[in-house]
Every structure is written in structure tokens, then in C-alpha cells.
């Protein structure tokens, strides 16, 4: 497994960084790391939407397209945006994802 580093950018504006290992979910390097914006609420099933992320423009187009089970649930999250809202467990982190960059929502409900 590669390491690569993931930016998250918090409601307030402030950046974290994170080191994430490829193969696991961005919502998993989330959890583990404690932040504080991703509840996770049913762990990754794809069943809560509470581990909604906006994906900055320069990186949604390196994502696979959102399956129809996520699209679906991105309906129902507290900010959701046309272009660029993810659910951050769908999001396998690979190699071609060193330097990701999303912005978290002010709320996750």
C-alpha cells in the first residue's frame, strides 16, 4: 500500500492534512483520524449520507461517477451541491488521488 496525503478543508477555512494509505476509503482515514464533520453514522454501508463531502472542481473529474445508491443519497444530505458533493465512503483513495482536496459541510444532518 502507497501512502498519499488527502486536504481537508474545514467550514471555518482551516486545512488539514492527512496521510492515507491507498485502498481504503477516504471516510475511513476520516474516522480513524478523529475529524471532526464526518459522523459515519452507519460506518460505510452506504445507507446514512453523514459522511458528505464536497470534492474541489479540480478533482470530481478524477472520481468514477457516483453509483445511483449514492446519488440517491445525496438527495437527502443537509447541503447538498450539484457539482462536487460525494459521500466520502465511496471514495476509494488510489495513487492518482495524492493531494485530493474536499471541503467539509457545516453540517452532516
Same mark, same amino acid.
Given at each position: 500500500m502507497t501512502s498519499i496525503?488527502?486536504? @481537508?478543508i474545514h467550514p471555518d477555512g482551516n486545512r488539514? #492534512?492527512?496521510?492515507?494509505? #491507498?485502498?481504503?476509503?477516504l471516510m475511513q482515514v476520516a474516522v480513524d483520524a478523529n475529524v471532526d464533520g464526518i459522523d459515519a453514522d452507519c460506518g460505510g454501508?452506504?445507507?446514512c449520507? #453523514?459522511?458528505h463531502v464536497f470534492v474541489e472542481p479540480e478533482w470530481a473529474s478524477r472520481l468514477p461517477a457516483a453509483s445511483k445508491d449514492e446519488q440517491?443519497? @445525496?438527495?437527502? #444530505?443537509a447541503t447538498p451541491?450539484?457539482?462536487g458533493s460525494r @459521500?466520502?465512503?465511496q471514495i476509494s483513495l488510489t495513487p492518482e488521488l495524492d493531494g485530493l482536496t474536499v471541503r467539509l459541510p457545516s453540517a452532516q444532518h
Open positions: 496525503q488527502i486536504h @481537508l488539514q #492534512t492527512l496521510q492515507a494509505r #491507498t485502498g481504503h476509503s454501508s452506504l445507507t449520507a #453523514t459522511c440517491g443519497l @445525496l438527495d437527502f #444530505t451541491r450539484e457539482n @459521500l466520502s465512503c
